[in-house]
């Protein structure tokens, strides 16, 4: 299966993956009444359809598997640190992790530029996928989702290009 760019024909099923990928990865690190509050299919619908409204965004589906999108930096800081790019979110089901899909996902949004990317603290899997994506840590930070304090890594790739360690899943 080969990534595709997303279109507004696809909202409903990037809602779907987008509350399912919530539902899988955020239980104990966030409280599950926000979770749900995250997952809800009107306020994911309305943001799909901002994301894929706006022509600065790369946005890329794997049908009822995951998705992956990027864009401009959204933190002036690591904009003018040289990260003009950021992966805004890339999510994969349970199921499809581990088979190479996530990396696919990423390579088929990432350009040539330098990017970041932020993952809660605690989400061990994402983490050992951006290790082994080529990804490193230059920054933790606090920040907020809905009323729940978390802890940001921000993970960052100098040049845009995606290094994967041979033998190893993600």
Do not use: C
């Amino acid at each position: 299966m080969t990534p595709r760019p997303a279109t507004t024909g696809d909202i409903s099923q990037l809602v779907a993956i987008h509350a399912q990928a919530w539902r899988e990865t955020y239980p104990g690190l966030l409280p599950d009444s926000e979770i749900e509050r995250m997952t809800g299919p009107d306020r994911l619908t309305a943001v799909w359809t901002a994301i894929l409204a706006r022509p600065d965004v790369r946005a890329a589906i794997l049908p009822k598997t995951g998705f992956a999108t990027m864009g401009r930096q959204r933190d002036p800081g690591l904009r003018e640190a040289g990260y003009p790019e950021e992966l805004w979110a890339i999510y994969l089901l349970q199921s499809a992790q581990g088979t190479g899909f996530g990396r696919a996902l990423l390579a088929s949004v990432a350009g040539i530029t330098a990017f970041t990317a932020l993952v809660v603290e605690g989400n061990a899997r994402a983490r050992r996928f951006y290790d082994q994506s080529g990804g490193r840590i230059i920054g933790r930070r606090p920040d907020r989702i809905g009323e729940t304090e978390i802890i940001e890594l921000v993970f960052a790739w100098s040049d845009g290009g995606l290094q994967w360690n041979a033998g190893r899943q993600p």
